[in-house]
């Protein structure tokens, strides 16, 4: 997902000077822990926080064990893109597209420049678990993962878009359970030892 809003190659000053092999070597550009927590599930603006009350936070180990989220070190960088009011044509109708519940056949790997946005993604009981992208941040979520995406009240973020091999984005609204994406996705849970609850 995430597909949208000002696209464009990556040049030269986009990437600090850097080659993307280097960009993702994890050596030179610290990769950072984004904070991440379970949402109430009111109607209020897509873009605010959305804590329950109390808080609930979800840490990075909850999220590596539930997700299976992976670092790659052979990426294809493909491009950047910018989403805010303005600089967008349908800037609304595409934060609304960004927040519709999709999976991917494959990986979606982001990397965020600069802004900030939510990642939502669904846990093992179906329950929404926002993840705070900031600069620096980088996220991979697994093919076959209910997600989505919006802005958050900064109203600005500018992601790089990584591929594993060919590019792909198509998103798949839910509900996919036949997916073959999807089915590999519970399988390869279920054979972490997680239980997943039936939908
Ligand atoms: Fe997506």
Known sequence: MVGCGSIHHPQPKDLGNLEPRTLISHQQIPVMAPEAWLIDESDQDQRLPHHRNPKEFVSLSKLQVQFILTIFTILTLQ?????????????????????????????????CLEGSGYFDVRDKDDTWIRIWIKEGDMIVLPAGIYHRFTLDTSNYVKLMRLFIGEPVWTAYNRPQEDHPARQVYIKTLESSGVAVKAH
């Open 79 to 111: 491009d950047l893109l910018e989403l805010c009011p303005g600089k967008v044509e349908n800037y609304e109708e595409k934060l609304k597209n960004f927040y519709r519940e999709h999976i991917h056949a494959d990986e979606e790997i982001r990397y």
